[in-house]
């Protein structure tokens, strides 16, 4: 233990701080004045007056989710229910059921009867999107959604179907001009752009290069799910078919899988 000597010979061998300085407090005080003054009137002002006026926000901005279709009306949406396992805060409720011969819904064996999200559980982390092996579910840079009810930001199928805002102007009263870029030119998490400057669909439609099967023009995406020769995309011969009887068609510009000797099956339930 120290003793009461030891204290004092600490104490006395502590260095003495200085006294008070008029000159070094005032040379501080202008020290902060001045970085604020430099803030204040040398850096750009990013503020705005929302919401009479509204910023168009960056390109990889996670916005509202909408529901996509082919060219020819069906969904792309195939109830695989791979959207709803990814995501991390249980936002999504998929329930997939089989396809109509008569009226097929999708280009798969399934569709999706049921798809709802909740907007409130939702953390918008994109999750979902890079897991869907169709591009069915996308997400825009929307972001105005709110309501009395918790209910009424459940969003059903119907509702993800329809591109913001018109949704919102006839359920919430939204009104005004969104601050949004227009919907599928935006960044999607994981895959970056769908569209490109030339090319009319996503990257995933028809009519494109041979030997990747990407529009004309369209931007290289970095494949993250499934290949685009183990999926089926809608066409009139699958549409008069059925789903049940969809041939399977390989172009001959697709990259050559090796054999493993066993069938795989794809989201939509063709094997290859």
């Known amino acids: 233990m120290s003793t009461r000597s030891d204290v004092r010979r600490r104490a006395g061998s502590m260095k003495r701080q200085d006294s008070f300085s008029p000159a070094a407090s005032l040379l501080a005080l202008g020290k902060g004045m001045?970085?604020?003054?430099?803030?204040?009137?040398?850096?750009?002002?990013?503020?705005?007056a929302y919401p009479y006026d509204k910023s168009i926000p960056p390109s990889r901005a996670h916005g509202r989710h909408i529901l996509n279709r082919y060219e020819g009306g069906l969904e792309k949406c195939i109830g695989c229910e791979l959207c709803a396992g990814a995501c991390p805060a249980d936002a999504i409720l998929v329930i997939g059921a089989e396809n109509p011969p008569e009226a097929p819904v999708?280009?798969?064996?399934?569709?999706?009867?049921?798809?709802?999200?909740?907007?409130?559980?939702?953390?918008f982390c994109g999750l979902c999107v890079e897991a869907c092996p169709t591009d069915a579910i996308?997400?825009?840079?929307?972001?105005?959604?709110?309501?009395f009810t918790r209910q009424g930001l459940i969003y059903s199928k119907q509702d993800l179907l329809t591109h913001p805002p018109d949704?919102?102007?006839?359920?919430?009263?939204?009104?005004?001009?969104?601050?949004?870029?227009?919907?599928?030119?935006?960044?999607?998490?994981?895959?970056?752009?769908?569209?490109?400057?030339?090319?009319?669909?996503?990257?995933?439609?028809?009519?494109?290069?041979?030997?990747?099967?990407?529009?004309e023009g369209a931007a290289k995406v970095p494949v993250v799910w499934?290949?685009?020769?183990?999926?089926?995309?809608?066409?009139?011969?699958?549409?008069?078919?059925?789903?049940?009887?969809?041939?399977e068609s390989p172009s001959a510009g697709e990259v050559d899988r090796p054999d493993t000797g066993t069938d795989r099956t794809t989201a939509g339930g063709a094997s290859t």
């Open 106 to 123: 999708s280009p798969g064996e399934r569709y999706g009867a049921v798809y709802q999200i909740n907007m409130l559980r939702c953390i």
């Open 226 to 247: 499934l290949p685009g020769d183990m999926w089926r995309g809608a066409s009139d011969s699958d549409v008069a078919s059925g789903p049940g009887d969809m041939p």
């Open 34 to 48: 001045w970085l604020t003054l430099k803030h204040f009137l040398v850096r750009p002002s990013v503020t705005v």
């Open 138 to 147: 996308t997400m825009t840079t929307f972001f105005e959604m709110t309501d």
């Open 167 to 215: 949704l919102e102007r006839e359920r919430f009263g939204y009104r005004g001009t969104p601050g949004m870029l227009p919907v599928g030119t935006n960044e999607q998490p994981g895959m970056g752009s769908l569209r490109g400057t030339g090319a009319q669909g996503d990257v995933r439609g028809g009519g494109g290069s041979p030997d990747t099967g990407r529009p």
